[in-house]
């Protein structure tokens, strides 16, 4: 297994999409109107912390992200106040800013309602 992460570049890889993935969430941070609180990981393990409110726990934010469009995204709830995300060590830059997009488009429609 150490063989496969090491000769198929899956440990930088993940450096580098984790980073992307933070810098959007950072973003989307600052966008959120406080709804998000904080953004943390390392590679591609992060965590999405928003400030819960009636209708828009974690919980309900992964509800929502699994819901949009064709494909949706699945990520897991932690309490009532934190997201993780785990994707798979081999995820492409598009594939991950589509996952960024997912997020974004479910957290700005759930901070308006």
């Not at 992060?46 to 726990?57: C, E, L, Q, S």
């Not at 929502?64 to 009532?80: E, F, H, N, W, Y």
Request: glycine content about 8%.
């Amino acid at each position: 297994a150490m063989e496969v992460l090491i000769e198929e570049g899956m440990i930088e890889n993940s450096y580098k999409m984790g980073e992307i993935f933070r810098s959007e969430m950072r973003q989307l941070q600052k966008d959120s109107d406080g709804m998000i609180t904080a953004v943390r990981g390392k590679g591609l393990f992060n965590a999405v912390i928003i400030r819960p409110t009636p209708g828009k726990n974690a919980m309900d934010v992964c509800l929502a992200m699994r819901d949009v469009g064709p494909i949706g995204l699945l990520a897991k709830p932690t309490q009532s106040d934190i997201i993780r995300f785990a994707p798979p060590l081999i995820i492409t830059e598009k594939q991950l800013r589509q996952g960024c997009d997912i997020i974004k488009e479910t957290v700005m429609k759930l901070k308006n309602k």
